[in-house]
Protein backbone atom coordinates (compact mmCIF):
# COMPACT_ATOMS: atom_id res chain seq x y z
CA UNK A 1 0.00 0.00 0.00
CA UNK A 2 1.44 3.51 -0.80
CA UNK A 3 2.10 5.75 2.32
CA UNK A 4 2.35 9.67 2.20
CA UNK A 5 3.16 11.66 4.97
CA UNK A 6 1.44 14.72 6.68
CA UNK A 7 3.36 18.36 6.01
CA UNK A 8 2.70 21.43 7.91
CA UNK A 9 0.05 23.37 6.00
CA UNK A 10 1.81 26.32 4.97
CA UNK A 11 0.59 29.11 2.14
CA UNK A 12 3.17 28.83 -0.19
CA UNK A 13 2.91 24.58 -0.06
CA UNK A 14 -0.82 24.97 -0.02
CA UNK A 15 -0.96 27.46 -3.18
CA UNK A 16 -1.96 25.32 -6.09
CA UNK A 17 -4.88 24.08 -4.15
CA UNK A 18 -6.10 26.92 -2.30
CA UNK A 19 -6.30 29.05 0.85
CA UNK A 20 -4.80 28.80 4.08
CA UNK A 21 -7.29 31.02 6.34
CA UNK A 22 -5.28 31.66 9.92
CA UNK A 23 -4.93 35.01 11.69
CA UNK A 24 -1.26 35.87 10.21
CA UNK A 25 0.00 39.01 8.36
CA UNK A 26 -1.33 41.99 7.69
CA UNK A 27 -4.70 43.50 10.05
CA UNK A 28 -6.23 46.39 10.24
CA UNK A 29 -8.01 47.05 13.78
CA UNK A 30 -11.71 47.61 13.93
CA UNK A 31 -14.32 47.15 17.33
CA UNK A 32 -12.35 50.15 18.70
CA UNK A 33 -9.02 48.64 18.81
CA UNK A 34 -10.35 45.55 20.43
CA UNK A 35 -10.26 43.04 17.10
CA UNK A 36 -8.00 42.71 14.20
CA UNK A 37 -9.31 42.03 10.85
CA UNK A 38 -7.40 39.85 8.26
CA UNK A 39 -9.25 40.78 5.56
CA UNK A 40 -10.26 38.91 2.10
CA UNK A 41 -8.36 35.81 3.17
CA UNK A 42 -9.98 33.49 0.66
CA UNK A 43 -11.10 33.28 -3.32
CA UNK A 44 -14.43 32.25 -3.34
CA UNK A 45 -15.62 31.07 -6.65
CA UNK A 46 -18.96 29.91 -6.95
CA UNK A 47 -19.06 29.50 -10.94
CA UNK A 48 -21.97 31.98 -11.87
CA UNK A 49 -21.14 31.57 -15.40
CA UNK A 50 -22.26 28.10 -15.08
CA UNK A 51 -25.53 28.60 -13.59
CA UNK A 52 -26.36 32.21 -12.92
CA UNK A 53 -28.56 30.25 -9.72
CA UNK A 54 -25.14 29.25 -7.36
CA UNK A 55 -24.80 31.17 -4.70
CA UNK A 56 -22.55 30.72 -1.17
CA UNK A 57 -24.00 28.83 1.57
CA UNK A 58 -22.63 28.35 5.29
CA UNK A 59 -23.56 24.58 5.98
CA UNK A 60 -22.10 22.81 9.79
CA UNK A 61 -20.13 19.47 9.18
CA UNK A 62 -19.94 17.03 12.02
CA UNK A 63 -17.07 14.51 10.79
CA UNK A 64 -16.18 11.44 12.99
CA UNK A 65 -12.44 12.02 13.93
CA UNK A 66 -9.89 9.64 12.24
CA UNK A 67 -6.76 8.82 13.82
CA UNK A 68 -3.11 8.32 11.84
CA UNK A 69 -2.37 5.92 10.31
CA UNK A 70 -5.43 6.99 7.73
CA UNK A 71 -5.81 5.05 5.15
CA UNK A 72 -8.18 6.61 2.46
CA UNK A 73 -9.20 5.50 -1.44
CA UNK A 74 -11.89 8.18 -2.34
CA UNK A 75 -11.23 11.58 -3.79
CA UNK A 76 -13.88 14.30 -5.01
CA UNK A 77 -13.71 17.33 -6.44
CA UNK A 78 -16.28 19.98 -6.96
CA UNK A 79 -16.30 21.49 -10.50
CA UNK A 80 -18.79 24.11 -9.70
CA UNK A 81 -17.55 25.73 -6.14
CA UNK A 82 -15.23 26.13 -3.92
CA UNK A 83 -15.41 24.81 -0.49
CA UNK A 84 -14.09 26.49 2.69
CA UNK A 85 -13.23 24.23 5.86
CA UNK A 86 -13.31 26.48 9.05
CA UNK A 87 -13.12 24.44 12.38
CA UNK A 88 -15.44 25.15 14.94
CA UNK A 89 -12.70 24.15 17.74
CA UNK A 90 -8.81 24.35 17.89
CA UNK A 91 -8.08 21.32 16.59
CA UNK A 92 -5.26 20.12 13.90
CA UNK A 93 -6.97 18.28 11.06
CA UNK A 94 -5.83 16.92 8.11
CA UNK A 95 -6.07 17.78 4.50
CA UNK A 96 -5.44 15.59 1.81
CA UNK A 97 -5.43 17.14 -2.22
CA UNK A 98 -4.24 16.02 -5.81
CA UNK A 99 -3.39 17.78 -8.68
CA UNK A 100 -5.54 14.77 -10.58
CA UNK A 101 -6.60 11.41 -9.47
CA UNK A 102 -3.66 10.07 -11.60
CA UNK A 103 -1.25 12.09 -9.37
CA UNK A 104 0.45 11.24 -6.20
CA UNK A 105 -2.02 12.75 -3.28
CA UNK A 106 -0.23 15.26 -0.97
CA UNK A 107 -1.86 15.28 3.23
CA UNK A 108 -1.24 18.39 5.19
CA UNK A 109 -2.01 18.85 9.26
CA UNK A 110 -3.10 21.79 10.46
CA UNK A 111 -1.78 23.75 13.29
CA UNK A 112 -5.41 23.86 15.01
CA UNK A 113 -5.54 27.49 14.39
CA UNK A 114 -6.20 26.89 10.21
CA UNK A 115 -8.85 26.78 8.19
CA UNK A 116 -8.73 26.06 4.10
CA UNK A 117 -10.45 26.67 1.20
CA UNK A 118 -10.15 24.54 -1.83
CA UNK A 119 -10.34 26.20 -4.84
CA UNK A 120 -12.89 25.39 -7.50
CA UNK A 121 -12.18 21.85 -9.10
CA UNK A 122 -9.24 20.73 -6.47
CA UNK A 123 -9.45 17.37 -5.26
CA UNK A 124 -9.67 16.20 -2.24
CA UNK A 125 -10.09 14.16 0.42
CA UNK A 126 -13.05 13.61 2.80
CA UNK A 127 -13.37 16.16 5.93
CA UNK A 128 -11.16 14.79 8.17
CA UNK A 129 -10.75 15.65 11.83
CA UNK A 130 -8.66 14.10 14.11
CA UNK A 131 -10.22 14.25 17.19
CA UNK A 132 -13.50 15.11 18.42
CA UNK A 133 -15.61 17.24 18.52
CA UNK A 134 -15.41 17.59 14.30
CA UNK A 135 -17.41 20.43 13.90
CA UNK A 136 -16.78 23.09 10.83
CA UNK A 137 -18.69 25.48 9.18
CA UNK A 138 -18.25 25.16 5.63
CA UNK A 139 -18.92 27.68 3.01
CA UNK A 140 -19.73 26.02 -0.20
CA UNK A 141 -21.54 26.27 -3.25
CA UNK A 142 -24.94 25.67 -3.39
CA UNK A 143 -27.02 25.64 -6.47
CA UNK A 144 -29.67 23.44 -8.16
CA UNK A 145 -26.89 20.93 -10.89
CA UNK A 146 -24.77 18.39 -9.50
CA UNK A 147 -21.30 19.32 -8.08
CA UNK A 148 -19.64 16.53 -7.19
CA UNK A 149 -17.42 14.34 -9.08
CA UNK A 150 -15.37 11.14 -7.44
CA UNK A 151 -12.62 9.11 -7.95
CA UNK A 152 -11.39 5.58 -6.03
CA UNK A 153 -7.96 4.71 -6.18
CA UNK A 154 -7.33 1.04 -7.32
CA UNK A 155 -5.20 0.69 -4.22
CA UNK A 156 -5.32 2.92 -1.37
CA UNK A 157 -3.27 5.14 0.27
CA UNK A 158 -2.15 5.34 3.17
CA UNK A 159 -0.78 8.45 5.51
CA UNK A 160 1.68 7.32 8.36
CA UNK A 161 2.69 10.42 10.86
CA UNK A 162 6.15 12.05 9.47
Do not use: K
Amino acid sequence: MPEIHPEPLTATAFAPFGDVLDATGDFRLINEGMCQRHHDRARLDFAPEVSPDNRAGLSIFNAIPRALPYTFDLIERHPEGSQAFIPMSQHPFLVIVARGPQDTPRAFLTNGAQAINLHRGIWHGVLTPLQAPGLFAVVDRIGPSANLEEHRYLQPWTVTPA
